[in-house]
Structure formats: structure tokens, C-alpha cells
């Protein structure tokens, strides 16, 4: 007689295996550990980013994310080149117009480059990960280079059928899936070809030393459930880029679970957010972003979209930010609002329980009042990445590991609190007045000493209370 423990236990171990050889094969998503703060380098320079690890790793900052590191134009019609402008006689932009995906070019860097950094940053504990983008080439398709046409089998065979068709309507897939978009060519990211010819660019950029991606314009990409392009016999980058499957031979040099890759898919009508999340591990919030802007604009919190992250997806999976660098650019949409303010915005999201933060870098010497600061590309950043404050609230994400979060507002949504657990607690001014406050939190009787301040708060019977200095914010624990 067979005995039935014996046979469980049969059962557990062959697919404990199976679970194991799915994850080295890249088929399966270690879920995030929510522990991660991420700095996006944004137009540093792979020489500049290596040159102030230690200050960014001292910062609290588990990743940094660079800006596309693949070939790009260096010129367009009224401008010839050479420029080292943001915005001017350059312009950040050119670095999403890719002629190639080969590593290098004359904003960020050399391979040489990109290897020395990701040494540096081993050395401190960091992550690099790359800002890729696989989607479109450059407005002008001309200057895309001879190896990537001879690669993918001719020029025309680069692009979607519709690929210089410009999108109309963004909630129809088809077209945003396979369209033009402001300009950009769409490529057919469905040829085999192209899939080999991009997976080799990434295998190089992990050989580097990069261990992760962000891509860009994620959305534009399609999904299995998508409507086909006619060029397209079915939508399997996502599988490809993520290890779960090789394309001509090719597969991602290392398992998926092993890096941290997530999309920029930007939330509107018709977006299959949740299925993004599946299929490329992470995706961005970028409502919860819109909120909490709307919120420090002086408008209301959204309570309820807030504490559900404003997405339909596992809070888990997702990327928060207060700004990106196309609300920072594109429109100016965030960039009337000042450094304190987007501080404030930074400690409620890095304090809470999931997520990943992303702190965008604005350009040194920028206010509300000169977008572009000095204007140089290559350069650093402000100093706003190690704002004391900011130190604070990295440190205590990773201080308050596993702890459960709860949300509360006070004085009319002047002032929130993110408390974790019985453990810990930021509290966030986003007013440009004092505000006194007595909010009810789990955190144990007694006195606590805010770490950088060094106000004292105290707790008693379930409420905390103390006076808050305007756009400042508190970081509380033991």
C-alpha cells in the first residue's frame, strides 16, 4: 500500500523543481522586494553617474537609472550637431531617437564607460539599469545605420505596416500598438530579426554589467491579447525581452527574476495595465503621480485612489514617482512645483509599504522659474537627491521592511501620515504653513525624536501629536 505522505511529498518536490527550472529559464517573476529606491540619473553621464556613486549610494539609493545608452541622432534639420545642450543646440531627446542598438553614444558615454560604472557600483552595493527602447528609431529614418538595416532583412522590413501611420486614436490598440507616434517610426518589434538583433544589444549591456531596464514607451508594444500589425504573425516581444522564450537561438543572457525590469506604461483609456504587469514584471503608476501633484498643487488628497495606489495592478509591481522626466519636460506639467514640494511628494511615497520610488533628478541650477538650469547635458543633477530629508525616508523604507502601512490626513489634507506598523512613522507637512497635529496612529506610547530635525513628537493612547514647520517632513522611529 501506498503510503499518502510519501506521495505528497512526491508531489511537492516536482514542482518545487518545476517552479525552479521555470525560474531559471526566465519564466517566472520573483516578486519585488519594495525595498529598493531607485535614482534616475536622468542625462548624467556614465563618467558622472560613476564619479558620485559613493554620494548616491550614501543617499540611500539601491538603484540608478541611466538614460538610453544605444547609438541616436545627433542631428536634426536646423541643428548640426555637437551640441551639449538639454534643451538648445543638443537636446535630451536625441537619446530617444535611436539609429542603432549598439552601445554608445555622445551624451551618455562609451562602452568602456558603461563598464567602468557598473564596476563602481558593484563596489557600492547598486544596481544599474538602462533605459531602453526597443519601439521606434529615429524621427528621421534615414539615419538609421546599414548593420540594423542589413540585420532585420532590409529597411522596410524595420517597421510595423502601419509604422508611419501617426496614431490617431490612443485607446484603439491597433494603432497604438503598431502606429507612428509624434513622429516616431514604429518598429516591427515582432520580426525575428529585430528581436535577435535588440536581444544581443541587451546581452551586451548585461555582459557590462547592467542588471535591469526600464522600457520606454511600454505601452506602444503589444500584448498576446493584442490586435495583430499584417507584418506580425503574433505579439511575443514581451516574452523574448523577459527570457521566456528565445528567438533564433537567443536568450536573455540572465533570468528575469534575477534583474529588475519594469515598462513605462503610462494609464489611460483602454491601457491593459494589469496585463503589462504580467508580462514585463513592473509597470509604472503613473496616476498615483498625477494625485499626489494634485495634491501638492493645493487641491484634495484622493484618499481612496491614493491608498490603492491609483492602479489596478499589485501594488507590488509598480513604479511610483512624483515626476518623471516627461512631466518634467514634456509641457512643463511638474515643473512649476519646487524642489521642497516634490520632497514632500517623495517622503509619502517612499515611505509607504510597496512600490518602487523613483526620484527623478532635475537639472542643476533649475527652479521653477529656469526649467533648464545650467543646461548642460552630461552633467549632474541638483543636490535635491541628498536633501537630508530624502536620506531620511530611503533609510527608513528599508528600516521598516514588511511592516504593514496605514495612511491617515489631517487638517484638511495639509498634513499626512504614513505609519508602518507599530515600528515607524513619517509625517509630511505639504503646506506652506505650521500645521499642529493629533493624529491617531498604532505606533507604541512614548517620546520620539524626529532623525534629522530632532523635534520631539509624542504618543499617547493611540494618538500622536506635534508641530509640523512648513513643507517639512518628520522621519520617526526606535
Known amino acids: 500500500m501506498t503510503n499518502p505522505n510519501n506521495t505528497r511529498m512526491k508531489k511537492l518536490l516536482l514542482l518545487f523543481a518545476l517552479a525552479l527550472l521555470l525560474s531559471r529559464q526566465g519564466y517566472a517573476f520573483k516578486p519585488a522586494s519594495n525595498d529598493d529606491v531607485i535614482l534616475h540619473a536622468w542625462c548624467w553621464s556614465f563618467n558622472t553617474i560613476r564619479e558620485n556613486m559613493a554620494a548616491i549610494a550614501k543617499a540611500g539609493y539601491t538603484i540608478v537609472q541611466t538614460s538610453p545608452a544605444q547609438r541616436c541622432v545627433t542631428e536634426v534639420s536646423r541643428d548640426k550637431g555637437g551640441g551639449n545642450q538639454l534643451f538648445g543646440h543638443g537636446k535630451w531627446y536625441y537619446q530617444y531617437q535611436p539609429t542603432d542598438w549598439k552601445i554608445g553614444n555622445y551624451q551618455m558615454g562609451t562602452r568602456d564607460d558603461l563598464i567602468a560604472l557598473c564596476k563602481e557600483a558593484k563596489r557600492y552595493g547598486v544596481r544599474v539599469i538602462v533605459d531602453v527602447l526597443p519601439n521606434h528609431t529615429a524621427i528621421n529614418d534615414c539615419q538609421v545605420e546599414a548593420d540594423l538595416d542589413a540585420a532585420v532583412g532590409g529597411h522596410a522590413n524595420l517597421y510595423h505596416a502601419n509604422g508611419?501611420?501617426?496614431?490617431?486614436?490612443?485607446?484603439?490598440?491597433?494603432?497604438?500598438?503598431?502606429?507612428?507616434?509624434?513622429?516616431?517610426?514604429?518598429?516591427?518589434?515582432?520580426?525575428?530579426?529585430?528581436?535577435?538583433?535588440?536581444?544581443?544589444?541587451?546581452?551586451?549591456?548585461?555582459?557590462?554589467?547592467?542588471?535591469?531596464?526600464?522600457?520606454?514607451?511600454?505601452?506602444?508594444?503589444?500584448?498576446?491579447?493584442?490586435?495583430?500589425?499584417?507584418?506580425?504573425?503574433?505579439?511575443?516581444?514581451?516574452?523574448?525581452?523577459?527570457?521566456?522564450?528565445?528567438?533564433?537561438?537567443?536568450?536573455?543572457?540572465?533570468?528575469?527574476?534575477?534583474?529588475?525590469?519594469?515598462?513605462?506604461?503610462?494609464?489611460?483609456?483602454?491601457?491593459?495595465?494589469?496585463?503589462?504587469?504580467?508580462?514585463?514584471?513592473?509597470?509604472?503608476?503613473?496616476?498615483?503621480?498625477?494625485?499626489?501633484?494634485?495634491?501638492?498643487?493645493?487641491?484634495?488628497?484622493?484618499?481612496?485612489?491614493?491608498?490603492?495606489?491609483?492602479?489596478?495592478?499589485?501594488?507590488?509591481?509598480?513604479?511610483?514617482?512624483?515626476?518623471?522626466?516627461?512631466?518634467?519636460?514634456?509641457?512643463h506639467e511638474s515643473a512649476a512645483l519646487t524642489d521642497d514640494q516634490i520632497r514632500?511628494?517623495?517622503?509619502?511615497?517612499?515611505?509607504?509599504?510597496?512600490?518602487?520610488?523613483?526620484?527623478?533628478?532635475?537639472p542643476d541650477g533649475s527652479s521653477p522659474q529656469n526649467t533648464w538650469g545650467n543646461n548642460i547635458v552630461g552633467k549632474k543633477g541638483n543636490d535635491a537627491f541628498r536633501h537630508l530629508e530624502v536620506v531620511a525616508v530611503n533609510m527608513f523604507r528599508k528600516a521598516m521592511h514588511g511592516q504593514p502601512e496605514s495612511v491617515s490626513y489631517a487638517n484638511d489634507g495639509q498634513a499626512i501620515m504614513v505609519t508602518r506598523g507599530k515600528k515607524g512613522a513619517a509625517i509630511i507637512n505639504i503646506s506652506h504653513k505650521p500645521q499642529v497635529v493629533n493624529l491617531r496612529t498604532s505606533l507604541r506610547n512614548g517620546k520620539y525624536k524626529d532623525k534629522v530635525h530632532q523635534d520631539t513628537f509624542f504618543v499617547s493612547r493611540g494618538m500622536l501629536r506635534g508641530t509640523l514647520a512648513p513643507l517639512t517632513s518628520y522621519i520617526l522611529y526606535r
Open 344 to 362: 514632500m511628494g517623495w517622503v509619502f511615497i517612499t515611505a509607504r509599504q510597496f512600490g518602487t520610488p523613483l526620484f527623478y533628478s532635475r
Open 164 to 331: 508611419f501611420t501617426e496614431i490617431k486614436d490612443y485607446s484603439d490598440r491597433l494603432q497604438c500598438t503598431t502606429g507612428q507616434m509624434g513622429g516616431l517610426p514604429d518598429v516591427n518589434t515582432e520580426n525575428p530579426d529585430f528581436q535577435h538583433y535588440y536581444l544581443t544589444y541587451v546581452n551586451d549591456l548585461l555582459a557590462c554589467g547592467v542588471r535591469g531596464f526600464r522600457y520606454d514607451t511600454a505601452k506602444h508594444i503589444g500584448l498576446p491579447s493584442d490586435p495583430k500589425d499584417p507584418k506580425s504573425p503574433q505579439n511575443d516581444f514581451w516574452d523574448v525581452a523577459t527570457g521566456r522564450k528565445a528567438v533564433k537561438g537567443l536568450r536573455l543572457a540572465i533570468p528575469a527574476d534575477s534583474l529588475f525590469i519594469y515598462g513605462e506604461v503610462l494609464q489611460d483609456t483602454n491601457v491593459k495595465e494589469k496585463e503589462y504587469a504580467d508580462a514585463i514584471g513592473c509597470v509604472t503608476a503613473s496616476a498615483l503621480g498625477w494625485c499626489i501633484r494634485h495634491a501638492l498643487e493645493g487641491h484634495e488628497w484622493k484618499a481612496n485612489e491614493i491608498a490603492k495606489y491609483c492602479h489596478p495592478a499589485a501594488p507590488s509591481r509598480l513604479v511610483t514617482w512624483v515626476e518623471s522626466h516627461d512631466t518634467y519636460c514634456n509641457g
